[in-house]
């Protein structure tokens, strides 16, 4: 039945559940769950349903996806409830690389790689010749990637540093006020505060730190990856916050409030 037993086995062992666990769990007999596992007895439809409750992942991913090839931070997304048919969400297969003991690398996109980045970052060819780095103190149930940023936008985050960012696998995860990495068909790569509204408009709206700049959106059909904010290196010191930066807040402040103000008045006028 496709990859069902190999599957089921890869993920009982991943759980580190012996045969007698999962039968009892189940309700079978740890024969017949080895039966399954080497392919030798086929589960009835009753049968699988239980395996899809039990590994929290959909019955069409179990049969015909084969798991092995998976990167341990894609198994470690699908495990925590990403599955494509679980959430309705599209699957975004990444391409990624790994160093000598299959650890994944962190790749290094630099600002000159952008332009490659934009049409190679499904590519695991142009992927695999980005420079490489790790950081023993990152999960390794996660997938990272560096991104250099260039320009003021993202002030006091100086120009040329260096964003690592954990890949982001379901976008409906996207939250308000933090910062991402996002990758538009447009735009190419940028570096933004995330405002989420998917769920109302089908679209994200992007901020910049530095209030010169406006807010801008971007429908998701237009997003190729999504990449939340962990940490930035930079070889400069941040700028210290001057009064006029202080007051173009509060006035940014006021604005936010007044704006609030006219969607509850308009709201309670429909009303």
């Known amino acids: 039945m496709g990859y069902f037993g190999a599957n089921i086995k890869l993920l009982r062992k991943r759980r580190r559940r012996t045969q007698d666990d999962v039968a009892f769990a189940l309700g079978l007999k740890r024969p017949t769950l080895s039966g399954y596992e080497n392919g030798v007895a086929q589960p009835g439809l009753d049968t699988l349903v239980s395996f899809s409750r039990y590994?929290?992942?959909?019955?069409d991913t179990l049969v015909k996806t084969d798991l092995s090839g998976f990167s341990e931070s894609q198994l470690s997304q699908l495990e925590r409830g990403h599955d494509v048919f679980m959430t309705g969400s599209k699957l975004r297969v990444l391409a990624t690389t790994v160093d000598r003991d299959n650890e994944e690398n962190i790749e290094m996109v630099s600002e000159k790689a952008k332009a490659g980045y934009r049409a190679g970052f499904a590519d695991p060819e142009f992927i695999r010749i980005l420079p490489t780095f790790q950081m023993p103190f990152l999960s390794r149930q996660k997938k990272?990637?560096?991104?250099?940023?260039?320009?003021?936008?993202?002030?006091?985050?100086?120009?040329?540093?260096?964003?690592?960012?954990?890949?982001?696998?379901?976008?409906?995860?996207?939250?308000?006020?933090?910062?991402?990495?996002?990758?538009?068909?447009?735009?190419?790569?940028?570096?933004?505060?995330?405002?989420?509204?998917?769920r109302k408009e089908g679209k994200l709206r992007l901020h910049s730190l530095n209030l010169a700049y406006e807010a801008y959106d971007v429908h998701v059909n237009d997003i190729r990856e999504v990449w939340k904010?962990?940490?930035?290196?930079?070889?400069?010191?941040?700028?210290?916050?001057?009064?006029?930066?202080?007051?173009?807040?509060?006035?940014n402040r006021l604005r936010a409030d007044v704006e609030a103000l006219k969607t509850e008045r308009g709201a309670g006028q429909g009303a």
């Open 55 to 59: 590994f929290n992942i959909s019955i």
């Open 144 to 198: 990272y990637r560096t991104f250099q940023v260039s320009g003021d936008s993202m002030l006091p985050i100086p120009d040329g540093s260096w964003v690592t960012c954990e890949f982001l696998q379901n976008w409906q995860l996207i939250q308000n006020r933090h910062a991402y990495v996002i990758h538009t068909l447009d735009d190419g790569v940028v570096f933004k505060v995330a405002e989420n509204l998917i």
């Open 229 to 251: 904010f962990v940490n930035y290196i930079s070889s400069e010191m941040p700028e210290a916050n001057t009064p006029g930066q202080e007051v173009a807040r509060q006035i």
